[in-house]
């Protein structure tokens, strides 16, 4: 073998084991393939995010705290105020005390209504639960009589 066909060997593999070639970009795991043909198969547009997931380098077990993270970022208004909308802030500490406490009475009325929604539950399970005794006291007291005759 001669030395220019060992070189081109040895610079083929090295081809093949550098991070410089066609498709080497991305995070290219079994896991994150499978998941983004699954995702082409139920639903192409997620497909489509999951080919961009893995492109840019990301794990797919990652997606889900990434999304739950952005999503609560929006329901806090954080992802508002990150694109450049200016949230209204007051800089009166006694407004902001009233805020809170309003916040607050506001909490407590929520876990007051959950209370009684659960008290109402048990309570119509209670009554559920006599008046099928009680129609079963009856039955058994009516077979009784007919075994009686």
Known sequence: MTSSSS???NDSRQYRHSRHGCCTKGNWSGLNIAAMIIGFVLFWPAGLFLLYWNISGRDVRDLPGTIQEKWSAMLNGSFCRSRGHKAPVSENSVFEEFQQTQYDRITEIKEEIKNRARNFRDFRSAAKRRADESEFK??????RSKQDE
Do not use: G, L
Request: proline share 0%; net charge negative.
């Open 138 to 143: 009856e039955f058994m007291s009516s077979d």
């Open 7 to 9: 070189t081109a060997a």
